[in-house]
C-alpha cells in the first residue's frame, strides 16, 4: 500500500481537485489514537499548494517527487534529524492525504514513507513524531546489539516479540526482559502487557532479553561465584522435585512449607507449564504485583530441573520478607503460617479477577442450604478465580445462634485449609525432685500426674502417695543456681512452673509451735578480698544445693544452727576427726547474734519490726528476677503451712519485744538433735569471731550482752559438756568450724551495710541463711560427688504415656458446637447486641488438596504450650463422606476420600524448634524425607509421628498414576548416610558430614 518509486504513481487529478480534497482532508481529520498520520516535508509541502494555487499544470512551482531527505540526518539510516519542528520543518497529514499525494507524485528514490501513530498520552493525544528508540540484545550476547523503534504505546511485550525474531529464539521461550539506561541501572520489565511509556523506556536505552536455564534458574540471577556450579549442572540428573532448600538461617519453616506445595501436583504443573505467566496479576491492590508467584516460580522450577541437590531460595525469602514484614527477619516462625501468606499471596498475584466487584453477603434467611452455598461459592468465585482457588479451597458452613432470641444465622465461607483442634489432655505430668528429711537420703527424682489447671498443693498431694510424707509438710521451690529462684505457696497455679524448671520438694518436720522456714544456702569464699563492692568482706560465690528446713523460731544460737546445719548435711559433710581436731587460734569471743529473730536478713531490729506487715509471705521473694505475679500472689495469699510459720515468726517477734526473750527460743526441735542443749535462749552475745566478716551486726553485741552467760555453754563443741560452766573457759580455745554462718538476701549475697538495697519494705521476714566455706575447708570435708547424687523413683522408669488421638476426632472437634467467648462476640441483629452466641462449622464442600492444620501450639489465656499429642492420620482413603454436609445428589459430585501426599513436621517447643517435611513425589510416587538441604527417601511406617503438623491430602478423583516407576529404596542400603540424596552438593557448598556417600542413590 506504500509502494514507493515511480512506478505507482497515477495521473493526478486536476490541480483544483487536488487542492480541494487534500485541504478538506487536513480540515476535517481529526486525532484518533491508533491512526496513522504521515509527515511530510515542509519545503515540499508549500511547493506543492503553491503549485495547485497556480491553477497552471506547467508551472515552475511544480514540486516534483514528495522528498523528505532534509528531515533526515542521513539516507543511510533515515534517522529523522533531532528537534524538528513542525509547521517549519515538517507537516502532519492524515493517512488518506497522504495516499493521494503519494499516489500523484511518488516519492523520491528509496525513502520510506514516515508513518506515525497518534497516540493517546496522558492528558493529550498527539502524532508521535518521535518514537522511543532502543537497543535490543541477549543476555548470553550483549555485542550483538540491534536498533529499533517502538512507540511509547506499544507494550513490552511487542518489543520482546522484535527481540525473538531479531535473534531467532523460538516465540514460545520463556523470557525475561529488563531494561538498562546509560547509568548502567538495570531495572526488570516485569509485565509485558505494560506500555513503553508507562514502564518508563525511553531513547537511548537498552532492552535485554534472557532465556531460562535448563536448570530453572535464570542466567542474570546466577550468582557468580558459585563453587562447582557448572560441574553440578553436567553431572546431576536427579528425581524432579527431589531437591533440598538451603537453609538461609532459621528458614527451615519456609523450607518446610515449599517442599509440601512443590509436592501438590495441580500448583507445580501449573508453574512448569508456565500457565502464569498468562495469569500474573500486576495490578491487584491485595497482590504482591506478581513478585511472589515469579519467585515462587523460579524456586520450584529449579527444584524441578533435576539438576540441583540444593536449591537457595534467597529471592523468594526476601520477596517474601518484603510484603510480609513478620517474615522478614530470619527469627524462627511457623510454618503454617507461612503458608497461609503464602497461598493468599499466590492467589492474589494470580487472581485472573482483574476487577473485584463487592457483594452483599446474604444471610440464609431460611433459604435452602443448597441455595446459599451455592450462591456464596459464585460470589466468591466472582471475585476470586485462581488456581490457588482450584486447587485449595472449600467451603464451610457457620451456623450461629443467639442464646436470647434464638436467631439463627447460616453463612457459607471459603477456607483454604482447616485448622483444627487437638483433644487437649487435662492432665500434666511433672518431675521433681524429692528431699527427705532423712539427712542420708539422697533426693529422689518423681514424676507425678498433676492436673494441668492445678494448683502447688496437687503436687504436694500427688507426691505424698508416692513417698508417703504429709502434703502438708512439703514445701515446693524453684531451684537456679544453688539458690532459690521461688519458694512457692499451696495455692499458686501450677502454670506458673515451667517444664524446664528445677523443681525441689523439702520434706519439713512434723509442725510445731514457733518454727520458721529457713532457707539455707552454701557459700565458698573467694580467695581475694572483694574490694569493688567497697566492703572488707571476702567475696563468696554459691555451690551445691539449697536447702528448706524449719528451725525453731524466736532465737536459735550460732552455734545450734551449726550443728543442725551439720546433721543436716551429714551425707555429704564429713565432721572432723578428733584426731584432725581444728583449733580456733583466734582467744576472742564470738560473737553470737540472732540470724533470723531480731536481724533477719541483715535487717536492723527497729526496720524489720516496722517495715514487716503480718501477712508478708515467705514467698515474696526479694529477688529481681523472681515472676512477680506469681510472687505477689503469693504474698497475698500464703499457704497454709507457710503462713503458719510465718504467723510463728511473727508472734515470736511480739514475744520478743514485750520482754520474754527467755521463753521465746527454747530448744531447737527434736528431731534436729537437739543441739541447742537445754539452754534456753541460745541467742547470745560476746566477742567477735570474725570481725571483718560480720562488721555490720556488732551493734547487736549490746542488746545481747545480757545473755553472754549463756552463750559459752551454746557453743561449746559437744552439747553434753556444755552444762558445766568450768567449761565455759575452755571453750574459747575451742573447734574451729567447718564453716560461718551468716544472714543473706534471697539471692544469697550478704547484705553490705544498711540501705544498699533499697529500703526494708523490699525484703521478707523469710530467714535465709548461708554458710560460707574456706576453700581449703570445703574440700577436705564436703564431698562434691556425694552431694550431687541422685536416684530415680520407679516413676520415672514408667515410659511416658503418649496421648494418641484419631485425625478424625479432631476434625469432629472442628465441627463441634462451641459458645463464643467474651472476646469475641457476636452481634445479633435482631437484639441488636453483641451475644455470646453458639457456633457450629460443617463441612459443605472441599477441595481438591485438603490441607489440615494440627493446631498444636496452644494458646489461651492461662497458658501457652505445644501439644505433643500423637494424631494418627490415614496415608489412604481419608473419609470425609460422613463429615460432609453436602449431601452427594449425583455421581457427577467428586468423591470424599483423600490420599496424603505431604506432611509438614515440627519438632522441639514452643519458643524454638525445626521443621521438616515427608512429601510424596508426583512422578515416582516415591516418599522422601525433606530437611533442609538434605533429602532422604522415606518409608510410609515413619511418616505418622508427633511432630505431624500440617497435613496434605489429595482427592482421590484428581490423583493421576506416576509416570515413572518407584524406585526401590529399601535396595539401597539401609544405613542413613547413603540414603542420602541431595545432601552433598549444596549450591552455597555447605559442608555436610557423610556427603562423600550421597550420590550413591541417585535415581533416574
Ligand atoms: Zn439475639
Request: charged fraction near 25%; glycine fraction near 6%.
Given at each position: 500500500?506504500?509502494?514507493?518509486?515511480?512506478?505507482?504513481?497515477a495521473?493526478?487529478?486536476?490541480?483544483?481537485?487536488?487542492?480541494?480534497?487534500?485541504?478538506s482532508?487536513?480540515?476535517?481529520?481529526?486525532?484518533?489514537?491508533g491512526?496513522?498520520?504521515?509527515?511530510?516535508?515542509?519545503?515540499?509541502?508549500?511547493?506543492?499548494?503553491?503549485?495547485?494555487?497556480?491553477?497552471?499544470?506547467?508551472?515552475?512551482?511544480y514540486?516534483?517527487?514528495?522528498?523528505?531527505?532534509e528531515?533526515?540526518?542521513?539516507?543511510?539510516?533515515?534517522?529523522?534529524?533531532?528537534r524538528?519542528?513542525?509547521?517549519?520543518?515538517?507537516?502532519?497529514?492524515?493517512?488518506?492525504?497522504?495516499?493521494?499525494?503519494?499516489?500523484?507524485?511518488?516519492?523520491?528514490?528509496g525513502?520510506?514513507?514516515?508513518?506515525?501513530?497518534?497516540?493517546?498520552?496522558?492528558?493529550?493525544?498527539?502524532?508521535?513524531?518521535?518514537?522511543?528508540?532502543?537497543?535490543?540484545?541477549?543476555?548470553?550476547?550483549?555485542?550483538?546489539?540491534?536498533?529499533?523503534q517502538?512507540?511509547?504505546?506499544d507494550?513490552?511485550?511487542?518489543?520482546?516479540?522484535?527481540?525473538?525474531?531479531?535473534?531467532?529464539?523460538?516465540?514460545?521461550?520463556e523470557?525475561?526482559?529488563w531494561?538498562?539506561?546509560?547509568?548502567?541501572?538495570?531495572?526488570r520489565?516485569?509485565?509485558?502487557h505494560m506500555?513503553?511509556?508507562?514502564?518508563?523506556?525511553?531513547?537511548?536505552?537498552?532492552?535485554?532479553?534472557?532465556?531460562?536455564?535448563?536448570?530453572?534458574?535464570?542466567p542474570?540471577?546466577?550468582?557468580?561465584i558459585?563453587?562447582?556450579?557448572?560441574?553440578?549442572?553436567?553431572?546431576?540428573r536427579?528425581?524432579?522435585?527431589?531437591?533440598?532448600l538451603?537453609?538461609?538461617?532459621n528458614?527451615?519453616?519456609?523450607n518446610?512449607?515449599?517442599?509440601?506445595?512443590?509436592?501438590?501436583?495441580?500448583l507445580?504443573?501449573?508453574?512448569?507449564?508456565?500457565s502464569?505467566?498468562?495469569e500474573?496479576?500486576f495490578?491487584?491492590?491485595l497482590g504482591?504485583?506478581?513478585?511472589?508467584?515469579?519467585?515462587?516460580?523460579d524456586?520450584?522450577?529449579?527444584?524441578?530441573?533435576?539438576r540441583?541437590?540444593?536449591?537457595?531460595?534467597?529471592?523468594?525469602?526476601?520477596?517474601?520478607g518484603h510484603?510480609?514484614?513478620?517474615?522478614?527477619?530470619?527469627?524462627?516462625?511457623?510454618?503454617?503460617?507461612?503458608?497461609?501468606?503464602?497461598?493468599?499471596?499466590l492467589?492474589?498475584?494470580?487472581?485472573?479477577?482483574?476487577?473485584?466487584e463487592?457483594?452483599?453477603?446474604?444471610?440464609a434467611?431460611?433459604?435452602?442450604?443448597?441455595?446459599v452455598?451455592?450462591?456464596?461459592?459464585?460470589?466468591?468465585?466472582?471475585?476470586?478465580?485462581?488456581?490457588i482457588?482450584?486447587?485449595?479451597?472449600?467451603?464451610?458452613?457457620?451456623?450461629?445462634?443467639?442464646?436470647?432470641?434464638?436467631?439463627?444465622?447460616?453463612?457459607?465461607?471459603?477456607?483454604?485449609y482447616?485448622?483444627?483442634?487437638?483433644p487437649?489432655s487435662?492432665?500434666?505430668?511433672?518431675e521433681?525432685?524429692?528431699?527427705s528429711?532423712?539427712?542420708?537420703?539422697?533426693?529422689?527424682q518423681?514424676r507425678?500426674?498433676?492436673?494441668?489447671?492445678?494448683?502447688?498443693?496437687?503436687?504436694?498431694?500427688?507426691?505424698?502417695?508416692?513417698?508417703?510424707?504429709?502434703?502438708?509438710?512439703?514445701?515446693?521451690?524453684?531451684?537456679?543456681?544453688?539458690?532459690?529462684y521461688?519458694?512457692?505457696?499451696?495455692?499458686?497455679?501450677?502454670?506458673?512452673?515451667?517444664d524446664?524448671?528445677?523443681?525441689?520438694?523439702?520434706?519439713l518436720?512434723?509442725p510445731q509451735?514457733?518454727q520458721?522456714?529457713?532457707?539455707?544456702?552454701?557459700?565458698?569464699?573467694s580467695?581475694?578480698?572483694?574490694?569493688?563492692?567497697?566492703?572488707s568482706?571476702?567475696?563468696?560465690?554459691?555451690?551445691?544445693?539449697?536447702?528448706?528446713?524449719?528451725?525453731?523460731?524466736g532465737?536459735?544460737?550460732?552455734?545450734?544452727?551449726?550443728e543442725?546445719?551439720?546433721?543436716?548435711?551429714?551425707r555429704?559433710?564429713?565432721p572432723?576427726?578428733p584426731?584432725?581436731?581444728?583449733?580456733e587460734?583466734?582467744?576472742?569471743?564470738?560473737e553470737?547474734?540472732?540470724?533470723?529473730?531480731s536481724?533477719?536478713?541483715g535487717?536492723?531490729?527497729?526496720?524489720?519490726?516496722?517495715?514487716?506487715?503480718?501477712?508478708?509471705?515467705?514467698?515474696?521473694?526479694?529477688?529481681?528476677?523472681?515472676?512477680?505475679?506469681?510472687?505477689?500472689?503469693a504474698?497475698?495469699?500464703?499457704?497454709?503451712?507457710?503462713d503458719?510459720?510465718?504467723?510463728?515468726?511473727d508472734?515470736?517477734d511480739?514475744e520478743?519485744?514485750?520482754?520474754?526473750?527467755?521463753?521465746?527460743?527454747?530448744?531447737?526441735?527434736?528431731?534436729?538433735?537437739?543441739?541447742?542443749?537445754?539452754?534456753?535462749a541460745?541467742?547470745?552475745a560476746?566477742g567477735s569471731?570474725?570481725?571483718?566478716?560480720?562488721?555490720?551486726?556488732?551493734?547487736e553485741?549490746?542488746?545481747?550482752?545480757?545473755?553472754?552467760?549463756?552463750?559459752?555453754?551454746?557453743?561449746?563443741?559437744?552439747?553434753?559438756?556444755?552444762?558445766?560452766?568450768a567449761?565455759?573457759r575452755a571453750?574459747?580455745k575451742?573447734?574451729?568450724?567447718?564453716?560461718t554462718?551468716?544472714?543473706?538476701?534471697?539471692?544469697?549475697?550478704t547484705?553490705?551495710?544498711?540501705?544498699?538495697?533499697?529500703?526494708?519494705?523490699?525484703?521478707?521476714?523469710?530467714p535465709y541463711?548461708a554458710?560460707d566455706?574456706?576453700?581449703?575447708?570445703?574440700?577436705?570435708?564436703?564431698?562434691?560427688?556425694?552431694?550431687?547424687?541422685y536416684?530415680?523413683?520407679?516413676?520415672?522408669?514408667?515410659?511416658q504415656q503418649?496421648?494418641?488421638?484419631?485425625?478424625q476426632?479432631?476434625?469432629?472437634?472442628?465441627?463441634?458446637?462451641?459458645?463464643?467467648?467474651?472476646?469475641?462476640p457476636?452481634?445479633c441483629?435482631?437484639?441488636?447486641?453483641?451475644?455470646?452466641a453458639?457456633k457450629?462449622?460443617?463441612?459443605?464442600?472441599?477441595?481438591?488438596?485438603?490441607?489440615?492444620?494440627?493446631?498444636r501450639?496452644?494458646y489461651?489465656?492461662?497458658?501457652?504450650?505445644k501439644?505433643?499429642t500423637?494424631?494418627?492420620?490415614?496415608?489412604?482413603?481419608?473419609?470425609?463422606?460422613?463429615?460432609?454436609?453436602k449431601?452427594?445428589?449425583?455421581?457427577?459430585?467428586?468423591?470424599?476420600?483423600?490420599?496424603?501426599?505431604?506432611?509438614?513436621?515440627?519438632?522441639?517447643?514452643?519458643?524454638?524448634?525445626?521443621?521438616?517435611?515427608?512429601?510424596?513425589?508426583?512422578?515416582?510416587?516415591?516418599w522422601?524425607?525433606f530437611d533442609?538441604?538434605?533429602?532422604?527417601?522415606a518409608?510410609?511406617?515413619?511418616?505418622?509421628?508427633?511432630?505431624a503438623?500440617?497435613?496434605?491430602?489429595?482427592?482421590?478423583?484428581?490423583i493421576r498414576?506416576?509416570?515413572?516407576p518407584?524406585?526401590?529404596?529399601?535396595?539401597?542400603?539401609?544405613?542413613?548416610?547413603?540414603?542420602?540424596?541431595?545432601?552433598?552438593?549444596?549450591?552455597d557448598e555447605?559442608?555436610?558430614?557423610?556427603?562423600?556417600?550421597?550420590?550413591?542413590m541417585?535415581?533416574?
Amino acid at each position: 500500500m506504500t509502494a514507493d518509486g515511480r512506478g505507482s504513481v497515477a495521473e493526478p487529478p486536476g490541480l483544483e481537485t487536488q487542492r480541494r480534497e487534500i485541504e478538506s482532508l487536513l480540515r476535517e481529520s481529526e486525532l484518533r489514537s491508533g491512526d496513522s498520520w504521515y509527515v511530510v516535508d515542509h519545503r515540499w509541502f508549500e511547493q506543492w499548494k503553491e503549485f495547485v494555487e497556480t491553477g497552471d499544470q506547467n508551472s515552475s512551482s511544480y514540486p516534483g517527487q514528495i522528498d523528505n531527505t532534509e528531515l533526515y540526518e542521513d539516507l543511510d539510516s533515515y534517522h529523522l534529524k533531532e528537534r524538528l519542528a513542525e509547521n517549519e520543518d515538517f507537516v502532519l497529514v492524515p493517512a488518506e492525504a497522504w495516499h493521494k499525494l503519494h499516489v500523484w507524485y511518488g516519492m523520491v528514490g528509496g525513502q520510506p514513507p514516515l508513518e506515525r501513530k497518534v497516540v493517546d498520552l496522558p492528558s493529550t493525544l498527539k502524532v508521535e513524531v518521535y518514537p522511543v528508540e532502543v537497543f535490543l540484545c541477549l543476555h548470553s550476547n550483549m555485542e550483538t546489539v540491534i536498533t529499533a523503534q517502538f512507540s511509547r504505546t506499544d507494550n513490552i511485550h511487542a518489543i520482546q516479540r522484535a527481540i525473538c525474531q531479531a535473534f531467532s529464539v523460538p516465540p514460545d521461550s520463556e523470557c525475561r526482559l529488563w531494561m538498562k539506561s546509560s547509568d548502567s541501572s538495570c531495572e526488570r520489565l516485569r509485565n509485558v502487557h505494560m506500555s513503553v511509556l508507562d514502564t518508563g523506556l525511553s531513547s537511548g536505552m537498552t532492552v535485554i532479553m534472557e532465556t531460562r536455564n535448563a536448570d530453572g534458574t535464570w542466567p542474570s540471577s546466577r550468582p557468580q561465584i558459585m563453587k562447582n556450579s557448572v560441574e553440578e549442572q553436567d553431572s546431576y540428573r536427579g528425581q524432579p522435585g527431589v531437591s533440598g532448600l538451603t537453609n538461609l538461617g532459621n528458614t527451615c519453616f519456609m523450607n518446610s512449607a515449599l517442599q509440601c506445595l512443590s509436592n501438590t501436583p495441580a500448583l507445580t504443573e501449573y508453574f512448569l507449564q508456565n500457565s502464569y505467566l498468562e495469569e500474573l496479576n500486576f495490578t491487584n491492590p491485595l497482590g504482591m504485583k506478581g513478585e511472589i508467584a515469579e519467585a515462587y516460580a523460579d524456586v520450584i522450577k529449579q527444584m524441578w530441573s533435576g539438576r540441583h541437590y540444593s536449591v537457595v531460595p534467597r529471592v523468594f525469602k526476601t520477596k517474601v520478607g518484603h510484603f510480609a514484614s513478620q517474615f522478614l527477619g530470619y527469627q524462627q516462625h511457623d510454618s503454617q503460617e507461612l503458608l497461609s501468606f503464602l497461598l493468599d499471596g499466590l492467589h492474589e498475584d494470580l487472581n485472573r479477577v482483574k476487577n473485584k466487584e463487592y457483594f452483599e453477603l446474604r444471610d440464609a434467611d431460611g433459604r435452602p442450604d443448597q441455595e446459599v452455598a451455592e450462591e456464596a461459592w459464585r460470589n466468591h468465585r466472582r471475585r476470586n478465580d485462581s488456581v490457588i482457588v482450584d486447587t485449595f479451597h472449600g467451603l464451610f458452613k457457620s451456623t450461629l445462634v443467639c442464646p436470647e432470641c434464638k436467631k439463627v444465622s447460616v453463612t457459607f465461607d471459603p477456607f483454604c485449609y482447616l485448622s483444627v483442634p487437638l483433644p487437649v489432655s487435662k492432665e500434666r505430668v511433672m518431675e521433681v525432685f524429692f528431699v527427705s528429711l532423712d539427712p542420708y537420703a539422697k533426693p529422689v527424682q518423681h514424676r507425678v500426674v498433676v492436673p494441668k489447671v492445678g494448683r502447688v498443693s496437687d503436687l504436694c498431694a500427688a507426691l505424698s502417695e508416692m513417698t508417703g510424707t504429709p502434703a502438708t509438710q512439703m514445701v515446693v521451690a524453684d531451684v537456679f543456681n544453688h539458690r532459690f529462684y521461688k519458694i512457692y505457696n499451696a495455692d499458686e497455679s501450677l502454670n506458673c512452673i515451667l517444664d524446664r524448671d528445677d523443681i525441689f520438694v523439702y520434706e519439713l518436720s512434723a509442725p510445731q509451735e514457733d518454727q520458721v522456714l529457713l532457707a539455707l544456702y552454701l557459700r565458698e569464699q573467694s580467695h581475694y578480698r572483694d574490694y569493688g563492692a567497697g566492703s572488707s568482706s571476702y567475696g563468696t560465690s554459691l555451690f551445691g544445693h539449697p536447702l528448706l528446713l524449719k528451725v525453731p523460731h524466736g532465737s536459735c544460737s550460732r552455734e545450734a544452727l551449726y550443728e543442725l546445719f551439720l546433721q543436716r548435711l551429714a551425707r555429704y559433710v564429713r565432721p572432723p576427726d578428733p584426731s584432725e581436731e581444728l583449733e580456733e587460734e583466734e582467744e576472742e569471743d564470738e560473737e553470737e547474734e540472732e540470724l533470723y529473730r531480731s536481724q533477719t536478713n541483715g535487717i536492723s531490729d527497729d526496720e524489720q519490726q516496722e517495715a514487716e506487715p503480718a501477712g508478708s509471705s515467705c514467698c515474696s521473694n526479694a529477688s529481681p528476677n523472681s515472676q512477680s505475679e506469681g510472687a505477689a500472689a503469693a504474698a497475698a495469699e500464703p499457704q497454709p503451712d507457710a503462713d503458719r510459720s510465718m504467723s510463728s515468726l511473727d508472734h515470736g517477734d511480739t514475744e520478743t519485744s514485750t520482754g520474754s526473750p527467755d521463753q521465746a527460743g527454747p530448744a531447737c526441735s527434736s528431731n534436729d538433735g537437739d543441739p541447742c542443749g537445754d539452754t534456753g535462749a541460745g541467742a547470745a552475745a560476746g566477742g567477735s569471731e570474725a570481725p571483718a566478716e560480720q562488721p555490720q551486726q556488732s551493734s547487736e553485741t549490746a542488746e545481747e550482752g545480757n545473755e553472754e552467760d549463756k552463750q559459752g555453754e551454746a557453743r561449746s563443741p559437744s552439747p553434753p559438756a556444755s552444762e558445766h560452766p568450768a567449761k565455759r573457759r575452755a571453750c574459747r580455745k575451742r573447734r574451729r568450724s567447718l564453716f560461718t554462718i551468716q544472714a543473706v538476701n534471697s539471692n544469697g549475697t550478704t547484705e553490705r551495710g544498711m540501705g544498699e538495697r533499697g529500703s526494708a519494705v523490699s525484703f521478707s521476714s523469710q530467714p535465709y541463711v548461708a554458710i560460707d566455706w574456706d576453700p581449703d575447708m570445703k574440700k577436705r570435708f564436703y564431698n562434691e560427688n556425694e552431694a550431687e547424687k541422685y536416684v530415680k523413683h520407679a516413676s520415672m522408669e514408667v515410659p511416658q504415656q503418649q496421648m494418641t488421638v484419631q485425625l478424625q476426632e479432631c476434625i469432629e472437634l472442628f465441627t463441634t458446637v462451641e459458645t463464643l467467648e467474651e472476646e469475641n462476640p457476636w452481634y445479633c441483629p435482631v437484639c441488636k447486641l453483641h451475644q455470646l452466641a453458639t457456633k457450629k462449622l460443617d463441612l459443605w464442600s472441599l477441595p481438591e488438596v485438603l490441607i489440615i492444620h494440627l493446631k498444636r501450639f496452644s494458646y489461651t489465656k492461662f497458658t501457652r504450650e505445644k501439644l505433643d499429642t500423637i494424631v494418627d492420620f490415614p496415608l489412604r482413603d481419608l473419609d470425609f463422606s460422613g463429615l460432609l454436609l453436602k449431601k452427594s445428589v449425583s455421581s457427577a459430585e467428586p468423591p470424599s476420600r483423600y490420599d496424603l501426599i505431604a506432611v509438614s513436621n515440627h519438632y522441639g517447643g514452643l519458643r524454638d524448634g525445626h521443621y521438616t517435611s515427608y512429601a510424596r513425589n508426583k512422578d515416582n510416587s516415591q516418599w522422601y524425607y525433606f530437611d533442609d538441604s538434605k533429602v532422604t527417601y522415606a518409608t510410609e511406617d515413619q511418616i505418622v509421628t508427633n511432630a505431624a503438623y500440617v497435613l496434605f491430602y489429595h482427592r482421590q478423583d484428581k490423583i493421576r498414576k506416576p509416570t515413572l516407576p518407584t524406585p526401590n529404596a529399601n535396595s539401597a542400603s539401609s544405613t542413613q548416610a547413603s540414603n542420602d540424596i541431595t545432601s552433598c552438593r549444596d549450591e552455597d557448598e555447605e559442608v555436610v558430614p557423610g556427603a562423600s556417600s550421597a550420590s550413591t542413590m541417585e535415581t533416574d
